[in-house]
């Protein structure tokens, strides 16, 4: 397996600015890997800095310490440094980000958002599009929807909908953030299918799962935030 992403010696302090510049130190010495093909389960205690270490791969936080460095368009690149324009191309192109929750630009029909990643990788318009429509029906979203905004739609919805859009382009590198939170059983075991097949083609993948069953069907190892905690080996 060929690593894919590489963190070293990462830390995290955040500064309150608007609090008397109060210092929350999160976590020290974070050295992580992925390789293509792995599914690891980022995990720790509530607090313990999970989502705060997936934005900091995703270059959304910078980094008070360390560095980390992913391997793009056949290169390692230190996002901690890279510019905001190689930063957003990583992400174009080698790193995909399922959030829970949807952002999208109202009024933008549900299979343009889908489609939207796919195209933007220079992918044929009707290829883009009906993959979007292979993904919203194997995660259940109606064809009458497909036209609407997803704006409306329920928690659940918005969810897969999103989910649909992080899967569609075959990202080498994929942090996923509770991909199945409020998902019901038999739409949870399509995004497992749909990790499986990441996995399948040698994706790297990165992932907060609270739900158990989720974490030990697919993932092929763990990885715990919470031995990184400031003073956790004083
Ligand atoms: N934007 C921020 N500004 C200030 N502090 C933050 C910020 N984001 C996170 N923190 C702090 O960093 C710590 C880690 O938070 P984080 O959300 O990463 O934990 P987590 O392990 O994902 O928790 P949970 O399992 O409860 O979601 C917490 O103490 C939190 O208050």
């Keep these: 397996m060929s690593e894919m992403l590489h963190a070293q010696n990462v830390a995290k302090s955040f500064t309150l600015h608007t609090q008397g510049s109060v210092t929350i130190p999160v976590f ?3 050295d992580f890997t992925l390789s293509g093909g792995e599914c690891i389960a980022l995990t720790g205690e509530s607090g313990s800095g999970k989502s705060t270490f997936m934005r900091m791969l995703y270059a959304n936080y910078t980094c008070s310490d360390g560095s980390i460095r992913v391997f793009h368009d056949g290169d390692w690149l230190d996002i901690t440094t890279a510019s905001p324009h190689s930063i957003l191309e990583v992400r174009k192109r ?3 980000y399922v959030s829970q929750f949807l952002r999208v630009i109202p009024r933008v029909p549900t299979l343009e958002i889908v489609a939207e990643p796919l195209v933007a990788l ?3 318009r009707d290829h883009a599009m009906d993959k979007a429509r292979d993904l919203l029906t194997r995660l259940r979203i109606p064809e009458r929807l497909w036209q609407l905004s997803p704006l409306t739609f329920s928690g659940g919805e918005q969810q897969r909908v999103n989910i649909a859009r992080g ?3 075959d990202y080498p590198i994929m942090l996923l953030d509770e991909p ?3 998902l019901d059983a038999q739409n949870r075991a399509t995004v497992l299918a749909l990790i499986e097949e990441a996995k399948g083609r040698g994706a790297a993948i990165a992932g907060i799962f609270h739900d158990h069953e989720t974490r030990d069907a697919v993932c092929t190892g763990s990885f715990d ?3 990184f905690k400031v003073g956790a080996n004083d």
């Design 180 to 182: 199945t939170a409020s």
């Design 225 to 227: 935030v919470t031995s």
């Design 122 to 124: 220079g992918a044929a």
């Design 94 to 96: 080698t790193m995909g």
């Design 167 to 169: 899967f569609i382009a």
């Design 28 to 30: 020290q010495g974070v």
